[in-house]
T-cell receptor, first 111, second 114 residues
Framework: SQQGEEDPQALSIQEGENATMNCSYKTSINNLQWYRQNSGRGLVHLILIRSNEREKHSGRLRVTLDTSKKSSSLLITASRAADTASYFCATDDNAGNMLTFGGGTRLMVKP | KAGVTQTPRYLIKTRGQQVTLSCSPISGHRSVSWYQQTPGQGLQFLFEYFSETQRNKGNFPGRFSGRQFSNSRSEMNVSTLELGDSALYLC?????????????FGPGTRLLVL
């Protein structure tokens, strides 16, 4: 079963706009990771945020983590057509490296 | 450094057959995990190997098995294939369990069962 839910399930925006995706999870975590997947290919790691961190930036990506609400958000600023992909959040299980994934957000960025 | 590699990339089998998939982790990584991705169930954890030992196993039937070799390369095997086993199988590697580091994924093996 999946650890959490991602919201929205699908998002369509114009190039240059910002895209925000949310992820909720159920149990306590060590860290939360965001991944991108293009057209059913492998997962590309975007960013990892630890449970004691609240915000992290990487280029055009900004991730926040609220452990009290068991939620995280991924913001992609100034989106590009190449950002079109599915985005997944994943949490570990405190016991090792097993990742539990959300259902993903399908992002379409129109040129 | 080379990334995680998986072979084969695509595979077509028929029901009842068995299949073996291979994963080579990033050099120096000793933990390998396997995941199954389907449209209906999403991404689900299969199992994790470290030092040739299975550390964790997901909720999959015994038809799904795996192993890890001394060079950290891993294989997973699915016996008596069913139509529902059609999926993208992904493996991921990290340095060691509990490292709280990034898990890096391979490109996946897409299995179609007819």
């Amino acid at each position: 079963s999946q650890q959490g839910e991602e919201d929205p399930q699908a998002l369509s925006i114009q190039e240059g706009e910002n895209a925000t995706m949310n992820c909720s999870y159920k149990t306590s975590i060590n860290n939360l990771q965001w991944y991108r997947q293009n057209s059913g290919r492998g997962l590309v790691h975007l960013i990892l945020i630890r449970s004691n961190e609240r915000e992290k930036h990487s280029g055009r990506l900004r991730v926040t983590l609220d452990t009290s609400k068991k939620s995280s958000s991924l913001l992609i600023t100034a989106s590009r057509a190449a950002d079109t992909a599915s985005y997944f959040c994943a949490t570990d299980d405190n016991a090792g490296n097993m990742l539990t994934f959300g259902g993903g957000t399908r992002l379409m960025v129109k040129p | 450094k080379a990334g995680v590699t998986q072979t084969p990339r695509y595979l077509i089998k028929t029901r009842g057959q068995q299949v073996t998939l291979s994963c080579s982790p990033i050099s120096g990584h000793r933990s390998v995990s396997w995941y199954q991705q389907t449209p209906g169930q999403g991404l689900q954890f299969l199992f994790e190997y470290f030092s040739e030992t299975q550390r964790n196993k997901g909720n999959f039937p015994g038809r799904f098995s795996g192993r890890q070799f001394s060079n950290s390369r891993s294989e997973m095997n699915v016996s008596t294939l069913e139509l529902g086993d059609s999926a993208l199988y992904l493996c991921a590697s990290t340095s060691f369990p509990g490292s709280q580091e990034t898990q890096y994924f391979g490109p996946g093996t897409r299995l179609l069962v007819l």
